[in-house]
């Protein structure tokens, strides 16, 4: 069996905004927003929070999530990596817990308009085991064509050169960025490259309407807006299940490792 762990890391402190993943959004802490779709989603053998905050771990545990230790301070600091983290917190668990899953999904709290179709369609592109990674995208809202640099003599020039010089936006190549909302990659990949985004993974492509990624203050503003009762209402949340790499008349995304 294909083991899936979900692994939302928690730090307490956070440089953009203080307390981050406690901060009330409609209503409730950041981190429910993912956990709560986490733990419904039911494709998930367990879902693990990693913290240094005692706090955040009981808001955890309420919210049905497996916090079996605190993260060391050492792997708490602003420039601590993720992948470190959680490279750490899988050999603990292995030694500690003797838990070793096939799989781990990465779910940060600061993508809390990911919804529970999301969380299972990144499972059913595993296709039963025989894909190394999964990895979520959205469409690219600036064009790298379309993107200028400021010159030393304070001129405009472009910033990469293009097929054409006049081009209208939709005749754009179509090109994907990552949102930061799923990282679903095999355990052994993930040891072997050090990366979230391994060479050959699957995109999930998500809308740009549950692509949301909390870095400020605006981004938090926006996400209690929309995650409030009356959002409900919007066409944009109706959509049935996540936009595929199938649904795409161009194109099949791209991604780049990063750490």
């Known amino acids: 069996m294909n083991t899936v762990l979900g692994i939302v890391p928690a730090r307490g402190g956070s440089k953009s905004v203080p307390r981050k ?11 429910e927003h993912t956990l709560t779709p986490a733990t419904a989603s039911g494709v998930l053998d367990r879902v693990l929070v990693s913290t240094d905050s005692t706090e955040i771990a009981a808001v955890a545990q309420r919210a049905g999530a497996w916090v079996p230790f605190l993260r ?3 792997l708490a600091r602003d ?5 470190d983290t959680v490279l750490d917190l899988l050999d603990r668990l292995q030694s500690q817990e003797d838990y070793v899953p096939v799989y781990a999904m990465l779910l940060q709290p600061t993508s809390p308009l990911r919804t529970i179709a999301d969380i299972m369609e990144a499972v059913r592109l595993l296709d039963d085991g025989r894909n190394d990674a999964v990895v979520s995208v959205t469409r690219a809202g600036h064009h790298p064509y379309l993107m200028k640099r400021i010159t030393p003599d304070n001129a405009l020039e472009p910033f990469l050169p293009t097929p054409h010089t006049q081009c209208r936006r939709q005749d754009l190549p179509p090109l994907y960025v990552l949102n930061g909302a799923i990282y679903l990659v095999r355990l052994a990949v993930l040891r072997q490259t050090r990366t979230w985004c391994p060479p050959g993974a699957v995109p999930l492509v998500m809308p740009p309407e549950r692509s949301l990624d909390i870095d400020t203050p605006w981004d938090l503003h926006l996400a209690d807006i929309l995650l409030s009762p009356s959002a409900g209402t919007s066409p944009i949340f109706r959509s049935p299940r996540p936009v595929l790499a199938g649904d795409l008349a161009q194109g099949v995304p791209r991604c780049h490792p990063f750490a």
């Not at 420039?79 to 992948?83: F, G, H, P, S």
């Open 21 to 31: 993943n406690l901060c009330p959004v409609a209503g409730k802490p950041l981190i």
């Open 79 to 83: 420039d601590t990596l993720v992948i």
């Open 72 to 74: 060391p301070a050492a």
